[in-house]
């Protein structure tokens, strides 16, 4: 019998199919924290926990520790601490670290969480990544600009995906941004160069720091260029050919990658983009599995259930590494326009008509709900075929059929 306690500080569904899993593998007693009281969670996994703990702010270390200490006279000795969410990793390690529970400490969940000390990792050890710097004061990053050139990227340290992050075209851009959220010691910015070519993510299984098990995605675009520009609708493609000669060097760069970082056993999502010249560069690297629907997609293009295999992984430490049967993809439907609910679907019926028999899974957006502000946008299509070629072209096909209207 296993005590595993599951931090989700609010009730999202991505994040609900993970307790779930965990609350449904053999041998576990669960114990969930959270900042959403127990009467929005499903009655359903209610009913399978062993203990709730509600607490006001989840990243907050004290209050954890509290939570899983409260948790602990009722459970007995916590096996697991675990949790999905970016900004929960380094929280969870100090709480693993002061209770004494096994799982990543603090050390490295920090290089996973500091993408500036992760990137600083990386180039030590010799593995391709953006350059980038630190910036403290603007001064930093006008001498940032004029040792690299422009376009830049600028972003928070410990972002995840491209939320805060923005663009810097040249010096008039630079300077309006720096005028907007200028970098001070206490709350920095980490600029980048811009990198030209194809972004991809790396999503990967670690047992005792080696890796077991990957796969790996397209993006089409890349999230910078869809936050940019509102019209853009995103799609992810899973290629059933993950273990084509093309993808080798990707595949010893991110296993590298995860050495240096000093991933141990657990789940982790890798950001990284194919250069104009061919050439490979990470940026950045997540100790917790992938969002944006890529856990679902994993699971339909393997015929496997992927969340259920990450809670054995954690809990257990064992990953029976299953077989690509499919491509998978989503596209993400974006609303369009300058309202602020959804107001109409168009061309759902021709959609239907073309490519429904590719379609596995949908989340349609409703009328009245409330636009997402996402590039995940207000709804999704997961699409799943034996070819690659079908899967993209079905997934074009498809954002260019069907148009959310908001207003």
């Not at 690509?324 to 061309?347: D, N, T």
């Not at 490519?355 to 009245?368: A, D, M």
């Amino acid at each position: 019998m296993s005590n595993v306690v599951f931090v989700a500080p609010f009730f999202f569904d991505t994040t609900l199919h993970f307790v779930a899993a965990a609350a449904d593998h053999p041998g576990c007693r669960l114990g969930l924290v959270s900042q959403d009281p127990i009467d929005r969670l499903p009655r359903s996994l209610a009913r399978k926990l062993a203990g709730h703990w509600r607490v006001p702010n989840a990243l907050d270390v004290e209050q954890l520790v509290d939570a899983v200490s409260n948790l602990r006279r009722k459970l007995g000795t916590i096996d697991r601490l675990l949790g999905t969410l970016e900004h929960l990793q380094v929280p969870l390690a100090a709480v693993r670290e002061h209770l004494g529970i096994p799982g990543m400490g603090v050390e490295v969940a920090r290089r996973f969480r500091d993408k500036a000390h992760m990137k600083d990792i990386l180039r030590a050890a010799g593995v391709p990544c953006a350059r980038h710097r630190l910036l403290a004061r603007p001064e930093d990053a006008w001498a940032f600009a004029e040792e690299v050139g422009y376009p830049l990227v600028l972003k928070p340290p410990a972002g995840a995906g491209a939320k805060g992050t923005v663009s810097v075209a040249d010096a008039g851009a630079l300077r309006a941004a720096l005028a907007e959220h200028p970098p001070r010691p206490e709350q920095p910015l980490l600029a980048e160069e811009m990198i030209r070519g194809s972004e991809h993510s790396f999503d990967a299984v670690s047992i005792d720091g080696r890796m077991v098990w990957h796969s790996l995605t397209h993006y089409l675009p890349t999230p910078l260029d869809v936050v940019q520009n509102p019209w853009i609708q995103w799609c992810v493609l899973l290629p059933r050919e993950i273990d084509h000669p093309r993808y080798d060097d990707v595949r010893a760069v991110a296993a590298r990658a995860l050495e240096v970082l000093g991933m141990e056993t657990g789940a982790s999502h890798l950001e990284w983009f194919r250069r104009e010249d061919g050439s490979i560069a990470i940026s950045e690297v997540g100790a917790r599995p992938g969002g944006a629907q890529i856990s679902r997609l994993i699971s339909y293009a393997h015929e496997f259930h992927f969340y259920r295999a990450w809670a054995r992984l954690m809990i257990d430490g064992t990953f029976v590494v299953p077989r690509r049967v499919w491509s998978a993809g989503a596209a993400y439907l974006r609303g369009q326009g300058e309202g602020r609910r959804v107001k109409a679907i168009h061309g759902l019926r021709r959609a239907q008509e073309e490519i429904g028999h590719l379609v596995v899974e949908s989340n349609l957006p409703r009328l009245g709900q409330p636009a997402s502000g996402s590039y995940e946008g207000e709804g999704y299509v997961i699409l799943r075929h034996r070819d690659t070629e079908v899967v993209k072209r079905a997934l074009y096909r498809l954002i260019s059929l069907v148009r959310v209207e908001l207003g």
